[in-house]
């Protein structure tokens, strides 16, 4: 025997392996919540001094065979967040929040894009102008959360496509294969 039960160095040993279980148990929600539910970068629009609130925008998709919600949002450079959807009123676009937050189903995607669903940024800061990057949290019904980067745009910058990484800097997926160089 290597090891007599009981001795300094078989408690530390244990003690090492719950703490290395405890870290993999904590990690692995983490990294399943990367996986399950994909988003595009937040698209924020810019502001002129002075105005206190703007829209947020993303796709998000839900790869689990769950449907989820997306119930909440924080960002520090607000001091209020919310979700909202536009509806026809008389006429009239208004805005509503949507306090039940957003379904994305399983196996699907929903869409906050201008004109529709977004993200309600209040209570700003600071003007946000075009270029800056800021990062925004959206909390999930499961528990999951989503830490993601939050690019300010102007307003004819701001687009939304079906992808999962809308906005990002990726020098693949294009191809110019009929450049002629
Ligand atoms: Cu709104």
């Given at each position: ?7 300094p ?6 003690l090492?392996?719950v ?5 993999l148990a904590?990690?692995?929600?983490n990294?399943?919540a ?19 609130a703007t829209?947020g925008?993303?796709t ?11 119930v ?19 006429g ?14 399983a ?10 669903l ?9 003007t946000?102008?075009?270029g ?8 999930f019904a ?9 690019h300010?745009?102007?307003p004819g910058?701001?687009s939304?496509g ?13 191809s110019?294969?009929n450049s002629?160089?």
């Amino acid at each position: 025997m290597f090891l007599k039960t009981g001795s300094p160095f078989a408690s530390a040993l244990t003690l090492t392996l719950v703490l290395f279980a405890s870290l993999l148990a904590s990690g692995i929600p983490n990294a399943r919540a990367m996986d399950v539910l994909a988003t595009g970068d937040v698209q924020i629009r810019a502001t002129a001094p002075g105005m206190t609130a703007t829209g947020g925008y993303l796709t998000i998709h839900n790869h689990s065979d769950e449907d989820d919600r997306l119930v909440g949002v924080v960002a520090d450079f607000a001091v209020k967040a919310e979700i909202h959807s536009m509806v026809h009123e008389n006429g009239v676009m208004k805005m509503r929040a949507l306090p039940d937050g957003i379904e994305i189903p399983a196996g699907g995607m929903v869409k906050l894009a201008p004109g529709g669903l977004h993200l309600m940024l209040m209570g700003l800061k600071q003007t946000l102008q075009a270029g800056q990057m800021l990062e925004v949290e959206l909390i999930f019904a499961s528990g999951r959360t989503l830490r993601l980067p939050a690019h300010v745009k102007r307003p004819g910058e701001i687009s939304i496509g079906d992808g999962e990484s809308d906005g990002h800097d990726q020098s693949h997926n294009h191809s110019h294969s009929n450049s002629g160089s």
